[in-house]
Each structure stands twice: as structure tokens, then as C-alpha cells.
């Protein structure tokens, strides 16, 4: 048997006559650098080209899992996708995957290695001004405090709609501010929750961090006011009908 490195995986061909198979397994994690979450399903994925698909037969197999625990959720090993529970990794422990194919013209048989990585975890969330009016202030988010030794780190920032689903105010990116933020009213009708979470250079997300933060309308907000407030939310809620968002667009004006 001949070897041959693709893309990090190992190919093992036989000599002459019809070819044998050919396995490589996607890499995962970010790029392909081979870091998942322990705290997130695994799914690693087999590509696999045979002269004879009839006589085809596959079969995972791991070093530093066990394959026959509860922490596979595939029906079986003998697919070309393999995918791990929540939780079936150790944060900081490695393993390797391999998928072996045969037909009646040979055999192969890619492997792949990974690290549980640990996400960023922590964090603080700040906003300026403590409180204000919906549609109407602008307010600052900050984010501090998380612990990661894979830097740098990006933030993406979010509101929690009264339906459940969040709202994008700033994707991710390396800035741990969000400027000129115009909130909505949440569940309670009255606080909107505010989310920050942070994503480390291998692609690992933390834990949201979340904040409260009161609005209400101003106290004694003449017609003026009131006209100048109401545009403010229309404008928000036709921006959300136009952006195909119209449960966003009723929160808005409720």
C-alpha cells in the first residue's frame, strides 16, 4: 500500500488495476485548524469517491473516544458523517477520527485530529446611559472582562425580542463597543434585555452575558416630543417590515 497526504488526512491506495477508494475527512473547527467546542455538537464529515459505490463499505473509528458510549448521535458508523453529543469531549482533551473505506479494489482511510477548545467564558456587560426611551436614545454598550487565552476576540451584540429571537445591533468584530444603539421595548413591555458574547480566534462562542436596561417614555413628553418619538418608531418598524422582519417591526411599536 502506497501513502499520500491530502489536506492533513492520510490516503492509503493499493498498486495497479481499478482504483480503490478515495476518503478524506473535512477538517472541523475554524478553517479547518481542527479546535471545537466541547459545549457544542460535533459533526465531522467523510468525502468518498469509489470505482465500485456496490461493494463500498465504510466505518468510523476514534483514539481517545469510545465510539460505542451515548455520545454519538449517528445511527450508525458505517456513514459518511459522524456526530458527537454536546459534552462528548473533555475541554483540552484531543482525539482523532478516522474513516476507513474498502470495496473489492482496495482499501483507505482518512484521519483527523481535534482539540475541545474552551470558549471565552466570563464577561461583563455595561450600557450608556442606564436607562432611556424606546426608539428614541442612543445608547452605548461595552463589553469587559472575558477570560480567553485565544486572542484577540470579537463581540457581536444583540436584543431580545418579546417573541424570543434576538436582534442583531453589532456583529461580531474586534471592537467590545456598540455605538448609537436604538433599543426596544421586551418582554415585560417595558426592559429590554441586551446580550454580548464573545468568539475567540478558533471560532469558539461564549456563553451570552445579558443586561437589563429600563426605558420609558419621557415624563411629560409634549405633542411634540411625542410626534418626534412615534416617527422614530415608525421609521424602526418600517426598516424591519422592508428588512423581511415584521415580528421586529411589532415589537417596535409595542
Known sequence: AEGRAVAGVTVLSAGAGPPPPYAVVVPPGRDGG???????KLVLSGEVESASPGTLRLRWAAEGLDLAGPSVLSESLDTRTLVLAPGALTPGASASFTLHASDEHGNASATVGTTAGVPPSGGALRV????????????????????????????????????????????FSYSPVAEAAMLMRGRDGRNATVLVRARDMDGLVSLP?????PL???????????????????????????????DRALAAVS
Open 216 to 246: 420609558d417614555w419621557p415624563a411629560g413628553m409634549d405633542s411634540e416630543g411625542a410626534g418626534v418619538a412615534a416617527a422614530g418608531v415608525a421609521a424602526a418598524a418600517a426598516a424591519h417590515v422592508a428588512s423581511g422582519s415584521p
Open 34 to 40: 481542527g479546535v471545537v467546542s466541547a459545549s457544542q
Open 128 to 171: 450608556v446611559p442606564a436607562f432611556g426611551s424606546p426608539a428614541l436614545t442612543q445608547f452605548e454598550l461595552l463589553s469587559s472582562g472575558f477570560a480567553s487565552d485565544r486572542h484577540p476576540l470579537e463581540y457581536r451584540f444583540s436584543q431580545v425580542l418579546p417573541s424570543g429571537e434576538e436582534m442583531q445591533l453589532a456583529d
Open 209 to 213: 452575558v445579558s443586561l437589563n436596561v
